[in-house]
């Protein structure tokens, strides 16, 4: 799946590390989290290798088939599951597990092909033992808006985050418990996004 081959119009961010304050939240980004050739490499190697599948998921009194695409590597799948994740996504794992000292069994990765991808408002939901979920979030490509809402505070002020070529966030602690996180369509023109969220499941 060869869309273009232009990685310079990928924006990098401005460096650094961002640990966010409110309430509930524990939510820390690192801009630049891997190199921008690091980022490159990345990104072609997951759009064009990864087997991306639509799929459907209920929406009111109906079904419909989600506005991106997507991959899932779970650990169950192989005896190890390192022999069957593609050394790649091994590597990016490896990388994030150092950064943070936590360990993950699993990956959904989500390809958001254009503006007229993205995810509604939502708390992630998986079998886990781990109440407080944590999630650690990688992204490759298109600068997309990542947005959070407080369930349970409506007067709490939403939090914006641009997510760009190569950053990191972690969600983690009570974040997915109190928060509810949406990637809004747009009508811009983008180019695509890939986004690589890492859990600890089952």
């Known amino acids: 799946m060869i869309l273009f081959d232009d990685t310079e119009m990928f924006s990098s961010g401005t460096a650094g590390k961002i640990v966010f304050d409110a309430p509930d939240v524990d939510l820390m980004l690192i801009d630049r989290f891997f190199t921008k050739e690091e980022s490159d490499n ?59 000292q936590m360990n993950f069994n699993a990956v959904l990765l989500n390809l958001y092909r254009n503006g007229k991808d993205g995810v509604s408002w939502h708390s992630d939901k998986t079998q886990s033992e781990n109440k407080d979920m944590n999630i650690a979030s990688v992204t490759f490509g298109e600068t997309r808006m990542f947005r959070l809402r407080h369930k349970f505070l409506k007067h709490q002020p939403q939090i914006e985050i641009p ?21 809004p369509k747009t009508g811009r023109e983008v180019l695509p996004r890939i986004n690589l969220t890492f859990r600890q499941v089952h």
């Open 42 to 100: 990345y990104y072609t190697i997951l759009l064009n290798n990864t087997v991306w599948r639509e799929y459907e998921m209920p929406m009111y009194d109906k079904i419909v088939t989600a506005p991106r695409m997507i991959a899932w590597y779970d650990e169950r799948d192989n005896n190890s599951g390192k022999s069957y994740w593609p050394k790649e996504l091994r590597t990016i794992k490896a990388r994030v597990e150092n950064e943070i």
């Open 163 to 183: 997510l760009h070529h190569g950053s990191f966030l972690l969600m983690a602690g009570k974040t997915n418990s109190f928060w509810e996180h949406q990637v």
